[in-house]
């Protein structure tokens, strides 16, 4: 009795330690497609600003330019974070299905 009790015990905590393992990859999926969604819109915002004229008589200094892209990094991370445009939400249902169809395929049987 008091081994079907720890066999019991063990195989729960493997249930429940495969369980938060599964939480932690979704975590680290959806935190991966955020960041990718950060890049993608950084990348967007920088080709809209190469489209805006330049003024010749007020030129940027390099500090300027490099604390300009600074800024627009951090931007893009709150954007992400608060939903951007969609794209993380979009990659993570993709990605997701693809992660636990091929858990599925290499299951043993």
Do not use: H
């Not at 008589?57 to 300009?68: A, D, F, I, P, V």
């Amino acid at each position: 009795m008091e081994i079907n009790g720890k066999a019991n015990m063990i195989v729960a905590q493997n249930t429940l330690g495969s369980k938060s393992s599964q939480s932690d990859k979704d975590a680290k999926l959806k935190a991966s497609c955020r960041e990718m969604e950060s890049v993608f819109l950084d990348l967007l915002l920088k080709q809209m600003r190469q489209t805006v004229p330049k003024s010749e008589l007020m030129s940027k200094s390099s500090g300027e330019e490099t604390m300009q892209s600074m800024l627009d990094g951090e931007v893009t991370k709150d954007m992400a974070k608060a939903g951007g445009m969609g794209l993380a939400d979009l990659l993570y249902r993709q990605l997701s299905e693809r992660v636990s169809v091929n858990n599925k395929s290499q299951a043993p049987r």
